[in-house]
Each structure stands twice: as C-alpha cells, then as structure tokens.
C-alpha cells in the first residue's frame, strides 16, 4: 500500500472541495482532492450526448438571483449566462392555466412564520397558523417546498424556511439564471483558478476510512476497481461529503468512517435530513408543448410548469437550436416513493404525468421521444440524495455540523451552510471558502 504525503486532504471534489481547494492554493498550501467519481463537479453534472444539441444537466443547473460566491467566479471566467424569462404555468382543476398570482400567495405563507415562537414542521404550521387559506393554497404550497426543497413538508423546520426566505430575498432569488454551455463551466473555471503546482487531483478515489488525531490525517483510499489502496497523510482535512454520505452506516457502499469515531457530529448528523429528488431529463424532436395541433392550450413562452398532484410536480423547458427539452423533477416525498425503480419505470412515470398535464395520448409523446436522462439521486452512493434540509426543531443542527474539530478536520458543503442557503450551488462555495478560511487562521 503506498503513502502519499500532502499538506491538507480535501475529501470531494464537489464545488465545496473545489472552492476550499482554490482558496488554500491561493495561501501556498498544498491541496490533495480526493473524489470518488471520475469527474470533479459532484452534484454538478453536465452530460453532453451524441443525439442532443444541447448540454445535458443532469445536476444543480441555476444560479439563484445574485450570489457574489458564484458571480465572482462567473465573471473571472467570463462564462456566458442568461437569465430566466418566459411565463410559469400551472395544472389547476384538469386545466392548464398562467401561474399568476402563486409565488406571492406563497410568498405571503414564508412571512407569516414567526421566528420567535416555537418552532414546529412545515406542514404543522399550515395546519395550524395558516388553516384559515383555501386549501388549494396551503396544498400548493406543500408541493412547493417538498419540490424546490426536496423535503418532507412533514419534517423541515419552518424556522429554517423563513431563514432560507429572508436570505433568498437578499440575493434576489426569485430571479434565475443558466449556462447555456452547462453548469460544467463553474466547475472548470474553479479548478482552473487553482494554482497547478499545488493542487493534486485524484479521480476514481473512493476514501474509505479517515484516521486522525490533532494535526495529524491517515486516509485510506481505494480504486474504482478495488485493486489498489492506498494512504494520504496530511496535516489536515476537509470534509465535504454529502449528508447522505456522512450518514451512511458502516459498510455500506460509498460509506467513510471515522476512527476514532466523530461523537461530536453524532447530534447534528441525527438532526438534518438527506432530502431525495430524481432528475427526468427529455430530449423531444419538437416543442410539441407549442403545437396547437396537439395540445388545447399551446405555450410558447413556457418556462416553468406545476401540476402539484403529478409524480413529477415541477416542470420547466430548455430549448435550443435543434433541440426541445423538458426537465421533470421530482423532489420529497415523491422522490423516495420512486427511487430505486429504475430509469425505464422512472421514465414511463414521467411521460404519464406530461400526459395528464398536456392530454397528449402516451403513444405520441412516445413518437416525439427522441432520447432520456434519469439520475436518481438517492441511490447514487457518493450523494445519497439531493441536498440537506433541518428538521424541525433544528435550525442551527448545520452550524454544528460545520465546527471544526481539534483544529484538524473541517467541514464543507452544503449541509454545513448557516446563513440559509443551504442547498445551493453558492451555500456549498461558501461554505469551501469558509472552512478554508478557518483552517488558515490555525496554521
């Protein structure tokens, strides 16, 4: 077994590993990053298949309103982006119809939760505080945060909506923008801002087991082909694992441990949950959602549909020269009920609810097919799911999560974002810049 040494051991090359490793390179440290995967980029994923003319996102693929952590890096690398237009529709009573009016009626539900009261699920405060709405509103407004938040509305802390409310609104997060080229260029200009002298990148790495005591670091690794290990020593870590990863038990595939054991992450881990989502990307031969011939209410300027009552709740279209796409997501509840399927039944859930929304027999959506994506993102074993949520009671289970430990192992990703942005592509460079922070005011 051979033994490299390296000043800190980044463990996961997710743009949380990404960022922290940029930031310790800029200081002269020199940064090992170990990722399971064959690509860097973790919940990054652009796919770019033969028959489709366009990138392929088969993970995070907005930018929400203005984060400086993303636009910083945006702008360095001058990535071309666009930003949203288009108009949200909605499935209301078997009719498709201009989502007008929804997102404030939410909106109003976030400001109504008081921080200071005790706090209590998602769905128990509709239940309680806002019984007195129509039911189809505090019903969409569910679907809405079990979609957008991957969670159980039955589990998620309210107060860590409205942290993730009020901080949303100081970005402008209801603005969104894209990479027309794939989310993939984020990834790319990250690991191009890192000095190539310093930084070590090694792919197909799972890490197995993480050995530690104060300033002192042994990981093991093992191949993707689980011929070779191998032991990184360093003076310390970051951990950027998923949730889900971090919470697997013991001998299960992808899972780490810890030797000795992190009882001071025990709490906090037992107190935030992985929420699942799956990802139905389809490749159409044409805009068949614009065709008066096939569907009663074409819409040309479609970005985001809802259809609360589907398996896939939230659609929204991507289109380009040559290709018409529509992303169906899954998130919560729906998406454990559906994860470990299978792409073929994944699929034929998906053109069952794009039939009910649109009234478009099965078989032509089938004809228009021109090729699919599925990523369940449950079972894939370096993520375990989609991104993190609190449960009730909470709220501050990731700021925990985030304390380093004896000035040795520190703690990135989303998961272990405070401010309210968990979940997101500019909570997880935060927080890699943070913990890179931290671990140079020790050195």
């Given at each position: ?226 011929q070779r290990d191998a032991r990184i020593r360093a003076q310390a870590a970051v951990i950027t694992l998923p949730l889900g990863v971090l919470q697997a038990l013991p001998g299960t595939s992808g899972a780490v441990s810890f030797r000795p054991e992190l009882t001071e992450k025990a709490e906090a881990l037992s107190q935030l949950e992985m929420g699942d989502a799956i990802r139905l990307v389809l490749c159409f031969h044409h805009c068949f959602w ?82 699919s994506f599925v990523h369940d993102w449950h079972s894939d074993p370096y993520c375990r799911g989609a991104y993190s949520y609190a449960l009730a009671g909470n709220q501050e289970a990731a700021r925990r999560l985030a304390a380093p430990v004896q000035n040795t192992l520190f703690f990135a990703g989303e998961a272990t974002d405070f401010s309210g942005h968990n979940g997101t592509l500019h909570g997880a460079i935060a927080s890699g810049q943070r ?9």
């Amino acid at each position: 077994m051979s033994t490299q040494i390296t000043g800190v051991v980044v463990i996961g090359g997710g743009v949380a590993g990404l960022a922290c490793a940029q930031a310790l390179c800029e200081a002269g440290v020199r940064v090992t990053i170990l990722e399971a995967r064959s690509r860097v980029g973790g919940r990054v994923w652009t796919a770019h298949p033969s028959l489709a003319n366009a990138p392929i996102e088969l993970g995070a693929e907005f930018i929400h309103g203005l984060p400086r952590e993303v636009w910083q890096i945006v702008e360095r690398a001058e990535l071309p982006t666009y930003e949203l237009t288009g108009h949200r529709w909605r499935l209301e009573q078997a009719r498709l119809a201009p989502a007008s009016g929804s997102w404030e009626a939410i909106d109003s539900i976030f400001r109504r939760i008081d921080e200071f009261a005790p706090d209590q699920s998602f769905q128990e405060f509709l239940d309680h505080t806002c019984a007195g709405l129509p039911r189809h509103t505090r019903t969409e407004a569910a679907a809405y945060v079990e979609s957008f938040h991957a969670c159980n509305a039955n589990r998620i802390s309210a107060h860590a909506l409205a942290r993730w409310h009020r901080s949303d609104r100081e970005i402008q997060g209801h603005r969104g923008f894209r990479f027309p080229n794939g989310a993939e260029g984020l990834v790319k200009a990250l690991v191009a801002a890192c000095k190539p002298d310093l930084l070590t990148v090694r792919l197909n790495t799972a890490v197995t087991e993480i050995a530690w005591n104060p300033n002192a670091v042994e990981v093991v690794t093992q191949s993707a082909d689980l011929q070779r290990d191998a032991r990184i020593r360093a003076q310390a870590a970051v951990i950027t694992l998923p949730l889900g990863v971090l919470q697997a038990l013991p001998g299960t595939s992808g899972a780490v441990s810890f030797r000795p054991e992190l009882t001071e992450k025990a709490e906090a881990l037992s107190q935030l949950e992985m929420g699942d989502a799956i990802r139905l990307v389809l490749c159409f031969h044409h805009c068949f959602w614009t065709d008066p011939k096939l569907v009663q209410s074409p819409m040309p300027d479609m970005s985001f549909l809802s259809s609360p009552e589907e398996s896939f709740p939230t659609w929204w279209s991507s289109v380009s020269p040559g290709t018409a796409v529509l992303t169906g997501w899954c998130g919560g509840v729906r998406a454990e009920q559906l994860s470990g399927r299978g792409s073929a039944a994944i699929l034929e859930r998906g053109l069952e609810a794009l039939h009910h929304v649109f009234a478009v027999p099965l078989e032509t959506l089938r004809d228009l097919l021109q090729e699919s994506f599925v990523h369940d993102w449950h079972s894939d074993p370096y993520c375990r799911g989609a991104y993190s949520y609190a449960l009730a009671g909470n709220q501050e289970a990731a700021r925990r999560l985030a304390a380093p430990v004896q000035n040795t192992l520190f703690f990135a990703g989303e998961a272990t974002d405070f401010s309210g942005h968990n979940g997101t592509l500019h909570g997880a460079i935060a927080s890699g810049q943070r913990a890179a922070a931290e671990l140079l005011a020790w050195s």
